[in-house]
């Protein structure tokens, strides 16, 4: 059985940080296309940075220079490292797993919360 959990989600003021954390059971990170999205109310859900199937990163311009993507194979691990937080990065952060690309499949995590307070 899949899992991806997410946590580190919260309250923030803006200029603060959050790291947020996907720990995933079932697969192996180092295998497939891992990343993060967010949905906020009201809006579809959207690119916040991923690993490309070639390993390489892909990282949303709103947050460029302020948020990094980052993996522990070992851990079995995805991290996000979200710096200078605006009012406007306020969502619900959701990890995926991808291999589509492969022919195989997708999995979602249920979602944290970050509220960024201005």
């Known amino acids: 059985q899949v899992q991806l959990v997410e946590s580190g989600g919260g309250l923030v003021q803006s200029g603060g940080s959050l790291r947020l954390s996907c720990a995933v059971s079932?697969?192996?990170?180092?295998?497939?296309?891992m990343g993060w999205y967010r949905q906020a109310p009201g809006k579809q859900r959207e690119l916040v940075a991923t690993?490309?199937?070639?390993?390489?990163?892909n990282i949303a311009a709103s947050v460029k220079g302020r948020f990094t993507i980052s993996r522990d194979n070992a851990k079995n691990t995805v991290y996000l490292q979200m710096n200078s937080l605006k009012p406007e990065d306020t969502a619900v952060y959701y990890c995926?797993?991808?291999?589509?690309?492969?022919?195989?499949?997708?999995?979602w995590g249920k979602g944290t919360l970050v509220t960024v307070s201005s």
């Open positions: 079932g697969i192996s990170v180092g295998l497939y296309a």
């Open positions: 690993f490309t199937s070639d390993g390489s990163r």
């Open positions: 995926n797993a991808d291999r589509r690309w492969s022919g195989g499949m997708a999995y």
